[in-house]
């Protein structure tokens, strides 16, 4: 049974899940090569991006934020590749700032970045509206990170944006490690060492099967109950509630005060009973789990004349038949089922 937007407007799906956040891919492109998202022997000099008349307009983004918003949504998330690379995006987060829930508040509008343009960006994005900024940050040692960025990028410039978006109230600012065994774990300690007692916030993700080009093996995953274990045993932590109902990272408190980390476990410890999250791919595709295999061809229904009330409909129908719960199944998946099954890539969808 499809179930449409209840009476209330909210969008609920059939595993009574409201639809509250959206997240809003603006560029598959991005200016890294990361090994588990990017990796240049995949997206090489080569590769076919997304000509600029596929993208969805800013127009377009903005009236399926305003009816997401209308049926439920009270946050949106500006992703990728890396969104700093959408020309203008300034204007975009403008006209998102003038949206209202049906209460009249405004809407969270939040930007996950690399941070590379950041310094440069910070500013007059908090000007146009934005509200809060997490940047990708997988190691503070340069020569790792360079590798593990793939362009050579420094870590310094990295760090100068996110104290420009600090500088300019785009906080709490929050940094983002995914973590792979083998390659970036050894960083865990000094990562929380350096981030406590700072404004910033870290948190530490899963490394996660997202898309088929990142060669992704269970053995490589450090569960979260292994990171904090290893930063307890250092400085103790102790577990803190969750703020918003669908948080992804489980929040956990030095007990001496020295602030708060947070683990994001969608390998060892789904949270697809709360998740609460839609997304929409860069040409208009709205997908209703980051491990997706095909999306809904919203842009196809803008640019066909649809209107309003026919684009909330699509939308609470697509919502009201969701059933995704990929990252609980997972573990019942032999290696070889994984791998035979199709997923978007996380460039593609954003994060």
């Not at 970036?184 to 007692?197: K, V, W």
């Not at 870290?202 to 898309?211: A, K, N, Q, S, T």
């Not at 229904?301 to 990252?327: F, Q």
Request: aromatic share 6%; glycine share 10%.
């Amino acid at each position: 049974m499809v179930r449409r937007l209840a009476s209330t407007g909210r969008a609920i799906d059939l595993l009574e899940r409201p639809m509250r956040d959206l997240r809003i891919s603006v560029t598959d492109r991005c200016n890294f090569r990361c090994v588990y998202c990017m990796p240049k022997e995949v997206f090489g000099r080569d590769y076919a991006f997304l000509d600029r008349d596929e993208l969805l307009s800013f127009e377009e983004i903005t009236r399926i934020a305003r009816v997401a918003a209308a049926h439920g949504v009270e946050k949106l998330r500006l992703t990728g590749g890396e969104p700093l690379l959408r020309r203008g995006l300034e204007g975009l987060v403008a006209q998102l700032a003038e949206l209202r829930t049906p209460d009249g508040r405004p809407l969270e509008i939040a930007l996950t970045t690399n941070g590379s343009a950041l310094a440069m960006k910070a500013a007059s994005l908090k000007a146009a509206g934005l509200t809060r900024v997490t940047v990708s940050l997988d190691s503070l040692d340069d020569g790792l990170f360079q590798a593990m960025n793939d362009v050579r990028f420094p870590v310094a410039r990295v760090l100068d944006g996110m104290q420009a978006a600090h500088e300019a109230g785009l906080g709490p600012v929050k940094v983002n490690m995914v973590v792979k065994r083998g390659l970036n774990d050894h960083e865990i300690l000094p990562m929380a060492r350096h981030f406590r007692d700072t404004p910033f916030t870290l948190r530490f993700i899963e490394y996660m099967d997202v898309g088929t080009s990142n060669g992704w093996e269970l053995g490589e995953v450090v569960p979260s109950s292994e990171i904090v274990e290893r930063i307890s045993a250092d400085s103790p932590l102790e577990p803190v509630g969750a703020t918003a109902p669908g948080e992804t990272a489980t929040r956990w408190r030095y007990v001496d005060g020295g602030g708060e980390i947070g683990v994001i476990s969608s390998v060892t410890n789904a949270f697809c009973g709360s998740c609460n999250r839609a997304r929409i791919s860069t040409e208009g595709k709205l997908f209703t789990c980051l491990f997706a295999s095909e999306g809904h061809d919203l842009r196809a229904l803008l640019r066909g004349g649809i209107d309003d009330a026919g684009l909330a409909d699509a939308m609470g129908s697509i919502w009201g038949a969701r059933d995704d719960r990929y990252s609980e199944v997972r573990a019942t998946l032999t290696p070889e089922l994984r791998a035979a099954r199709p997923r978007i890539e996380m460039s593609y969808i954003g994060g």
